[in-house]
């Protein structure tokens, strides 16, 4: 691996995440290693060893590089890139890249990142020179701490079914025949039938919203999450607001069929699914329901998240705004 620096003083740096999708991702590392080597290109190169450590490193190395522009690409999955932009966060010199080595991968289509990683590659080594400052969504704890997200964070069903996921041997074994994206699938259908609804007070921008029976909300910095839902078409990460999807006063078996369409963008048509947007929500439940970031675990209701509108410089595939 090099330790040089990228051309005009530019650092180059990838982190990699080598347990994603089961270790598929030192694969998809092995293609874009072989690609910089041969395009003589200067990076360094850092494997993560536990959770958390994506964010370690990434902190580490933009307090290093002072004011030298750097290029963070996180190699690996959504959580990847989560821990990432939270380690790099605050340093208006240190954009973020991605290639998609996970499973749901869905800042990739987000931002309009190949799957391909050569071509994710090349998009990173084209876009460099115009990186994009990206709205991200800033959560706040009870306890005074604070937590980034950058695709979406939610409370309610979906966050317990991303938290079975992420704690499954399941999702190994289907991510070696590249079935793991089934495995949200698989859970849904399996905790569908014992999840209790919550109702919710919602306040956006201070007004309250009262929705009964709740079996999710989602709070959107661009369209997709869950594995390539398009839960929120209309999010836009350059835009200034955060969009909120609420699904509620449904049936389970009606629930399975919006799910069935969200991958569509077409559950919106459904009368049980709310969309309000806004720049500082705050979430307050009947009884505890647990919450997510960018698929992570984050903790339980109650939680309030608000926009920060271009914090982040990211890397992206296609120049043109969405």
Known sequence: MSHEKFPGDKALIFIINPQAKNGYCLKVWGKVEQMLKEE?????????????????????????????????????????????????????????????????????????????????????????????????????????????????????????????????????????????????ALFLVKELFFYKCADLEIFIDGKKHEIRAAWFVTISNQPFYGGGMKISPDANPYDGILNVTVVHNISRIKLLFVFASVFKGRHLGFKEVAVMQGKDICIHSSHSIPAHADGEALGSTPISASVCPEAIPVIRGCVKEM
């Open 40 to 184: 003589n290109i200067y990076y360094s190169a850092y494997r993560t060893e536990y959770r958390g450590h994506a964010r370690e490193l990434a902190k580490i190395y933009a307090e290093q590089a002072g004011g030298q522009k750097m290029y963070l690409v996180a190699v690996g999955g959504d959580g990847t890139v989560h821990e990432v932009i939270n380690g790099a966060l605050g340093h208006q010199n240190v954009s973020v890249g991605f290639i998609p080595g996970g499973s749901g991968n869905d800042f990739s289509r987000g931002f309009n990142i190949p799957k391909d990683p050569k071509e994710s590659l090349a998009a990173i080594l084209k876009g460099i020179s115009h990186s994009v400052k990206a709205d991200i969504g800033m959560i706040r704890h009870i306890d005074g701490k604070k937590t980034y997200f950058i695709n979406n964070m939610g409370a309610g069903f979906d966050a317990l079914i991303s938290r079975k996921v992420n704690s499954s041997k399941i999702k190994g074994i289907l991510n070696q025949f590249s079935l793991g994206k089934f495995v949200y």
